[in-house]
């Protein structure tokens, strides 16, 4: 089991670039999220996936950022025009349906916009 | 909504010391707790997770201890070595959404 999956591990942007971030969670795990890590902010909550169905994106900044999971295999974080202040560790994290208390996550992709 | 306030933000100890790191939660209902290690350039790597039901759990060398009556969940590393330098975040679970504390710089100087 190779765990969470996150592709690329480094991404630099120029402002305004779009980003594509790649995430494939542990097989057989329903359960998908997304975070953001800042040290100013922390671990923040942007999107939760349970059955490739979006459940909860509260914590999506609504105008540029966007989450989809078109199969089990692989969930994508796309953010347009990408503006400095998005430069942030983005963490995917997975977990299987019956177990709330663990999840298991990427190594995450920093994303660097210049 | 649940607020949780991770304590102390930096913590140094000797090799063979304890460490003592501290969460506090607001909401009673909150079923699930967790421990989670980063170190430098990774993920987060769960330790250990306790559900609400359970005042204490030790498992290779950590103890998880829980008291529901003062909202607090701890996390004591015995005997810590160099290799604990990390960042710890404390987590709680209520539904689907968790809440990390801001997490504790760990430095464990030989």
């Known amino acids: 089991n190779a765990g969470v999956i996150q592709t690329p591990r480094h991404k630099v942007t120029g402002k305004g670039q779009e980003a594509t971030l790649w995430c494939e969670p542990i097989s057989g795990h329903s359960a998908v999220f997304w975070y953001r890590q800042t040290i100013v902010q922390g671990l923040e909550f942007l999107t939760y996936?349970?059955?490739?169905?979006?459940?909860?994106d509260s914590g999506m900044p609504k105008e540029r950022f966007s989450a989809q999971m078109p199969n089990q295999s692989h969930s994508t974080l796309k953010i347009q025009s990408t503006q400095p202040q998005d430069s942030a560790v983005y963490l995917c994290?997975?977990?299987?349906?019956?177990?709330?208390?663990?999840?298991?996550f990427g190594p995450g992709t920093r994303l660097t916009v210049l | 909504g649940e607020q949780v306030e991770q304590r102390p933000p930096h913590l140094s100890v000797r090799e063979g010391d304890s460490a003592i790191i501290i969460c506090t939660y607001t909401?009673?209902?909150?079923?699930?707790f967790s421990w989670y290690k980063q170190e430098a350039g990774a993920g987060l790597q769960l330790l250990m997770s306790?559900?609400?039901?359970?005042d204490r759990k030790e498992e290779q060398g950590l103890t998880v201890l829980l008291n529901k009556k003062d909202k607090r969940l701890s996390l004591n590393l015995t005997a810590a070595h160099p290799g604990d330098s990390a960042v710890y975040f404390c987590?709680?679970?209520?539904?689907?959404?968790?809440?990390f504390g801001k997490g504790t710089h760990l430095h464990v100087l030989p």
């Open positions: 987590a709680v679970t209520n539904a689907y959404k968790v809440i």
């Open positions: 996936f349970r059955n490739q169905a979006p459940i909860d």
């Open positions: 909401d009673s209902a909150t079923a699930y």
């Open positions: 306790v559900l609400s039901n359970v």
């Open positions: 994290a997975s977990r299987s349906l019956r177990n709330y208390a663990e999840q298991f």
